[in-house]
């Protein structure tokens, strides 16, 4: 099958998004900021004098860190469905949070494996399960649902999701590089650019397996 996804439209979409929620959307990246460098300060400031409270600080942190990236794919998925967030929904759900932090926790001992494996693995299983995390968010699947959807997904389309992540990847780094301040405005373009693909994904797996349309493409929930 082929894609079914331009990339150039994805990012289109998330800069028109950008236009259309900007006040939002720059309040939401200052807040995830603010929300993450908290801890961070508290870190430095224990890290000498009480290392035990140093190591609950740099622990806080990263709980922090993965629950505004859960909010951040919620809302992106928000946006693209045509929806109005607001910034309860960074922390709006987390029933599904300790499912989140596992999949995260294992897509990375996915992708160590497989760049040990001669590193064409890592790349190929960073790309098959990418989007495992989005089904924790969208759908509430299960840990091995997640995964076997976003395999699903991304069948036949790894090239052209790849090359969607490094275009991703070198525009947040530019934005980065611009002072800092120009990650305001890539970060959230490529998160709902991301959300869109993801969207796209499911509806050419929808086609594919022939689903009427209107009717959701459930990952298994197990």
């Given amino acids: 099958m082929n894609a079914t996804f331009s990339k150039a439209e994805a990012l289109s979409f998330g800069w028109q998004t950008l236009k259309s929620h900007l006040i939002f959307l720059v309040g939401l990246m ?11 300060v508290g870190r430095w400031q224990t890290l000498e004098k009480a290392p035990p409270l140093a190591l609950f600080w740099t622990l806080a942190g990263y709980l922090i860190q993965m629950a505004t990236q859960m909010g951040l794919i919620r809302i992106s998925l928000t946006l ?9 929904e960074l922390f709006g759900d987390l029933a599904t949070f300790g499912r989140y932090l596992v999949v995260n926790l294992l897509f990375i ?44 997904i991304t069948s036949g389309v790894k090239w052209e999701v790849f090359l969607f992540f490094l275009l991703v990847l070198g525009l947040n780094l530019a ?3 611009a002072f800092g301040i120009g990650i305001f405005t890539t970060l959230p373009v490529t ?32």
């Fill in 30 to 40: 200052a807040l995830i900021l603010a929300l993450n460098l908290l801890p961070e």
């Fill in 80 to 88: 693209v469905d045509g929806g109005k967030p607001g910034y309860g």
């Fill in 109 to 152: 001992l996915i992708m160590v494996a497989g760049l040990l494996l001669l590193v064409v693995p890592g790349f190929v299983w960073s790309v098959k399960y990418q989007f495992a995390p989005f089904l924790i968010v969208d759908h509430k699947a299960g840990i091995k649902g997640s995964f076997q959807e976003s395999a699903a």
């Fill in 175 to 177: 934005g980065f590089l």
């Fill in 191 to 222: 998160m709902i650019a991301y959300a869109f693909v993801y969207r796209k994904l499911l509806e050419r797996k929808r086609k594919a397996e022939k689903v009427p349309e209107g009717t959701a493409v459930l990952p298994p929930l197990s």
